[in-house]
């Protein structure tokens, strides 16, 4: 057997067990990739019926959600989010472990989202987070919906297969001379090219101008699947250092408890340090936990930008602040990994070349099938 035959029969074999994740992960991928453009075109309940003049706090906005969520006892209050849009509604959510070891992931935890609209305090929408149709996209383009356990390994071994696939589908690709060449770049079609020349055109020359693309986003959407190899980027990253986060334990001080709204000031504390950013989050300690911080995320356009800020939940006070230029190289990769996955570090561009790479990589598997299927039947028939 030639090397390049035996490099044919592992494209093959390898392309035909891994063909369906790589399709739904494909699939997925395109839907999601413009989740956060589409989320306020597909639900109304993100914006409020009229912009007003004065927004009620936060703790108050907090308040109704409590009581709009009663019938769900068990849960507990976890976040909110506020967007510097005037226009948008609210987020507010609550949180409850199910079962940890459940096969399907919407069996592991249920949350609850509160809209609320934040000059009248209605309620646009209690949205169960599990059901959500992006939600349930993310979490069949990471698990198959499956718990993490199971799922990661199963994602992450069909990516593997992707990447090899990709390489040994170059090899195959390569011309061996430069008449080989001239149908290797550009489809070549007449009124006369069968559908058989046409498919096989669609799975060499797609697969060859998306194989970078196709690579970057496989290789970043590993680091979910693997945390050996999270670890191992950062690693390379940090220069070949293991670099040891600090067991720094911040709480907050509980003999300074006062009987103001921490949230409000927290809040104010937050616009006021960023007021071009684009959200603010806010997380709360977990139930009964008197030591815990409360933490904030300041999101912007660019992460580049993004801060992360901890506060004492009794007294506000700011306790530690940290920025993307305070973190190691590899916390820095890993905190723009997801922009990498999805190609917003390139703007909007970025994100429709991720989507056009995620169409063609979904579409390889359905053409390598039928190049395979077409050949099998040929033999056959012979």
């Known amino acids: 057997m030639t090397f390049k035959n035996f490099i044919k029969k592992v494209h093959l074999w390898l392309g035909l067990s891994s063909g369906l994740i790589v399709f739904i992960l494909g699939i997925t991928g395109c839907l999601y990739v413009f989740e956060e453009e589409l989320r306020p075109i597909v639900h109304d309940y993100y914006y409020s019926d009229e912009v007003k003049g004065k927004k009620l706090p936060v703790s108050r906005l907090i308040e109704i959600a409590k009581e709009a969520n009663k019938n769900n006892l068990k849960q507990t209050l976890s976040g909110c989010k506020i967007m510097s849009d005037d226009k948008r509604t609210v987020m507010i959510w609550f949180f409850e472990e199910l ?21 009248s305090g209605s309620i646009k929408k209690l949205e169960e987070y599990n059901f959500e149709f992006f939600v349930f996209v993310r979490m069949l383009h990471q698990t198959l919906c499956l718990n993490s356990k199971i799922g ?6 069909a990516t593997i297969i992707f990447i090899i696939s990709l390489l040994t589908g170059l090899v195959l690709w390569w011309p061996k001379n430069k008449s080989a060449a001239k149908q290797r770049f550009w489809f070549r079609w007449k009124n006369t090219t069968k559908w058989k020349r046409k498919n096989y055109d669609l799975h060499n020359i797609l697969g060859y101008y998306i194989l970078i693309f196709a690579l970057i986003i496989a290789l970043t959407g590993l680091v979910w699947a693997f945390e050996c190899y999270d670890k191992g980027v950062q690693w390379v990253f940090n220069g070949g250092k293991t670099i040891e986060k600090e067991s720094k334990v911040i709480e907050s001080d ?11 000031t927290i809040y104010f504390s937050l616009k006021q340090l960023r007021p071009d950013a684009k959200s603010y989050f806010i997380f709360m300690p977990k139930a009964k936990d ?3 911080t409360i933490r904030a995320f300041i999101r912007h356009e660019s992460r580049f930008d ?3 800020i901890q506060f004492d939940q009794y007294t506000a006070k700011k306790l530690e602040t940290i920025t993307y230029e305070d973190k190691s190289n590899g916390e820095k990769f890993r905190f723009i990994n997801y ?19 995620s169409l063609i990589a979904a579409s390889l598997p359905v053409t390598g099938f039928l190049i395979w299927w077409g050949r099998k039947n040929k033999k056959q028939k012979k």
Do not use: M
Not at 254 to 264: G, M, N, Q, R, S
Not at 344 to 357: D, E, N, Q, W
């Open 306 to 308: 993004d801060v992360s």
């Open 290 to 292: 008197s030591t815990g």
């Open 339 to 357: 922009d990498l996955h999805v190609g917003s570090i390139l703007g909007f561009p970025g994100k429709v070349l991720a989507f056009i790479a």
């Open 152 to 157: 990661d390994p199963i994602v992450g071994t």
């Open 254 to 264: 509980t003999l300074y408890y006062t009987e103001k709204k921490p949230v409000d």
């Open 99 to 119: 079962d940890e070891n459940a096969i399907w992931y919407w069996n592991r935890y249920q949350s609850t989202y509160v809209y609320l609209d934040p000059y």
